[in-house]
């Protein structure tokens, strides 16, 4: 296994769980070398069900935050367009910190950090030879590609890159909310605010511990930021805060109080990416289907590793290339469905006419 993200994790886990010894190569030297990112919420048959499989559902359970569902949407004046709030017992996309996930998935699991890989190559006869950044080589029965967006083990499948959307994503971060920052707190509330205008969107995620994530998304040039320095943060924050002009005080007041800012240009690969079948080598999540950050790709990663790892274990000693074959058929088809979902709610949530935005919202979730 490539990658030691959602995807792999869950391939490990379940493999793990049913005996089976797994791979897990990462790049990175260690869990927390990088910022985990933002919440995400698991959906009942995706997700979930991939934690069930791996047997730690009532672990997500106890640590994922049903309250975190809750979506506010406000006019760019502040005016409340539409206020979601789960009921009690509602726990159809709870949210969870990726770091809580992580470790969950973890677990028992001996990852093999600092372990980059520069390229995958199919054998002859099967199997793959992995050939790793410091010279070493090293060949397994089965390759699997969950590497992400630059994917390393896609090349040895498909020669397909992903190509930017139109939307460039600036995160930032604003600390101990409810303490230095109680009315940003209120807005944001126990799980998200959004707000449409045109060809630009603003969205607020609260995390655990008093931490929220907000998120600058609009439609620039892929070298939009070409012209400041991506480090300096006040140079960003100008440049942000013109962008918003005329948006409400209190929202611009997100972008004002933010800690740091990372350029995110959303990237996506073909709605129907598919490769022509490759003994030895697979791939699952983002180097399989790379697709807006709209709520399905994490969760479509941790199934597919489920998924693949079950298939794995049924396959015992017969046909694995076959339960592999198989697999990548069901996961291409639901795949597939999703990307058309999220390329679509994209064009529409970041878009000339807001209306579009609150039209995707009140059919996924309406207003009560």
């Known amino acids: 296994m490539v990658g030691a993200g959602p995807a792999g ?10 005996g089976h010894l797994v791979a897990v190569l990462e790049r990175d030297p260690g869990p927390d070398a990088r910022p985990t ?49 789960p009921g009690p017992d509602d726990r159809a996309n709870p949210e969870i910190d990726r770091g809580q996930l992580r470790d969950l998935l973890l ?63 600036i995160e930032t971060s604003l600390d101990d909310i409810d303490t230095r920052h109680p009315g940003l707190a209120r807005l944001v509330g126990d799980g998200s605010v959004a707000v449409y205008g045109v060809n630009r969107a603003l969205v607020a995620q609260r995390n655990s511990g008093g931490h929220v994530k907000v998120y600058a998304q609009f439609r620039a040039p892929r070298d939009w930021l070409t012209h400041l320095d991506a480090a300096d943060a006040e140079a960003v924050r100008s440049s942000l805060l013109t962008l918003f002009d005329g948006w409400t005080v209190p929202l611009l007041d997100l972008l004002r109080h933010g800690t740091a800012f990372v350029h995110r240009p959303l990237h996506v690969l073909p709605v129907a990416h598919t490769w022509t079948h490759v003994p030895g080598v697979t791939l699952v999540g983002d180097a399989a289907h790379l697709m807006p950050p709209l709520g399905a790709g994490a969760n479509l990663a941790l199934l597919e ?14 046909d694995l290339d076959g339960a592999v074959r198989a697999f990548e058929e069901r996961m ?27 039209a995707v919202f009140d059919r996924v979730q309406p207003s009560r």
């Not at 730690?56 to 709030?85: C, H, K, N, Y």
């Not at 699991?109 to 793959?128: E, F, S, T, Y």
């Not at 590793?305 to 794995?312: F, K, Q, S, T, Y």
């Open 9 to 18: 994790l869950a391939f490990a886990r379940v493999l793990h769980r049913h």
């Open 37 to 85: 990112g933002g919440m995400l919420d698991l959906h009942e048959g995706l997700g979930q069900l991939a934690m069930d499989k791996a047997g730690l559902l009532a672990d997500f359970q106890a640590v994922s935050r049903p309250e975190g569902q809750a979506m506010r949407i406000l006019d760019t004046d502040g005016t409340v367009l539409r206020d979601w709030r």
């Open 107 to 169: 677990g028992p699991l001996d990852v093999r950090w600092g372990q980059g890989v520069a390229k995958v190559v199919p054998g002859a006869g099967g199997g793959a030879r992995v050939h790793f950044e410091d010279g070493r080589q090293e060949t397994f029965d089965l390759v699997v590609g969950a590497d992400g967006a630059w994917s390393r083990t896609r090349p040895a499948v498909s020669a397909v890159t992903p190509h930017y959307t139109g939307v460039t994503a």
């Open 305 to 318: 590793g489920a998924e693949l790892a079950e298939a794995v274990v049924a396959a015992g000693d017969g």
């Open 332 to 358: 291409w088809t639901r795949a597939e469905r999703w990307a058309r979902i999220t390329a679509d709610g994209l064009q529409r949530l970041v878009s000339p006419d807001p209306a579009e935005a609150l």
